[in-house]
């Protein structure tokens, strides 16, 4: 592929390779597509047609798949639309033409009610599996859904136009543990997460165990590079306080050499002094480990304050 290939589509070609093993998540998982990119059209009561539209190819061919496992028999069409001003951008329609067992299909994956009106959103009964609503959240994703790269920002997104499936869809999230915020825009809604823990519970939910890891990793080296940033500065910060803190120690103590106060000096702090004087790049532990004998972290900063403390007294 010449392409780098995003992460979004990424999941969607992992979530659209796999068929789900009951019947009862296949249907789910179909009418979750056809509620977020499907289109029912009614041409008289022999004339349904129902047309699910994606720009995603792996997906077009999971409704073929599905239509196919769930409702065996079932004849579909393909249409490929080339977007005039996008070359490169596809568009895939399946097209489940008039043909009897339609108006079944509709009924059973819920799309339309037993007396074929449409479903109230709500109405979450063929739901009431977790492994059908892991199935409807798949769907949902292949159907409306996107996630930014990890390495650019946390972000995952459905988009729909119907209040009702909004708080349906929010719900079921909510179930797994993954609450979803929502954004009005002029003619739909966008329930979006922006939780990188709530992302990749979410694709653990519908199964996408291999971006799972991929996300995972992204993330865990993201962090240990921040980590390891804060590290080299704070150890930068560091040094210069090491190194400016030696200049005053060394001056001071020049200071004392010259009206001669260092042979006044017990042996210990004359010791130091001499050490910190010809040593200036040392740390203070450094300094310690070069008495003798050795004296410890505290026990050398003990003795260079009583040293700075004479310092000052010398001062005029
Ligand atoms: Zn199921």
Avoid at 82 to 98: A, D, E, G, S, T
Avoid at 185 to 196: A, E, I, N, Q
Wanted: a positive charge.
């Amino acid at each position: 592929m010449a392409e780098e290939q995003s992460f979004s589509s990424q999941v969607k070609d992992e979530l659209a390779h796999s068929l789900p093993e009951l019947g009862c998540c296949q249907r789910m998982e179909l009418a979750a597509i056809l509620r977020a990119s499907g289109r029912v059209s009614i041409g008289g009561a022999d004339r349904l047609s129902v047309t699910v539209s994606t720009d995603h190819a792996p997906v077009a061919r999971k409704v073929i798949k599905l239509v196919k496992a769930a409702f065996p028999g079932m004849q579909t069409e393909v249409r490929v639309l080339r977007r005039r001003r996008l070359r490169k951008n596809l568009m895939y329609q399946v097209r489940i033409p008039p043909q009897p067992g339609l108006l079944e299909l509709l009924k059973e994956t819920g799309v339309l009610t037993r007396s074929g009106t449409l479903t109230d959103w709500s109405n979450l009964s063929l739901l009431h599996h977790d492994h059908c609503r892991r199935a409807y959240l798949r769907g949902t994703f292949l159907g409306t859904g996107w996630v930014s790269s990890p390495e650019r920002q946390h972000h995952l997104e459905f988009t729909t136009t119907e209040t009702e499936a909004a708080e349906a869809l929010g719900q079921m999230l909510f179930g797994y543990g993954i609450p979803v915020r929502v954004n009005y825009r002029k003619d739909s809604m966008v329930l979006y997460l922006k939780d990188d823990d709530h992302i990749s519970r979410f694709l653990g939910v519908v199964g996408a165990n291999e971006s799972l890891f991929r996300y995972e990793d992204i993330r865990a080296k993201k962090e240990l590079r921040n980590h390891v940033n804060r590290q080299v500065n704070a150890e930068t910060a560091n040094l210069t306080k090491t190194v400016d803190a030696a200049h005053r120690q060394i001056e001071a103590l020049e200071q004392l050499s010259v009206t001669g106060g260092l042979a006044l000096l017990n042996p210990a702090l004359r010791e130091l002094a001499m050490l910190r004087i010809n040593h200036p790049d040392a740390s203070l532990k450094e300094l310690g480990e070069m008495c003798h004998p050795p004296v410890g972290k505290s026990g050398i900063a003990h003795r260079m304050r009583q040293l700075m403390a004479l310092t000052k007294t010398e001062e005029p």
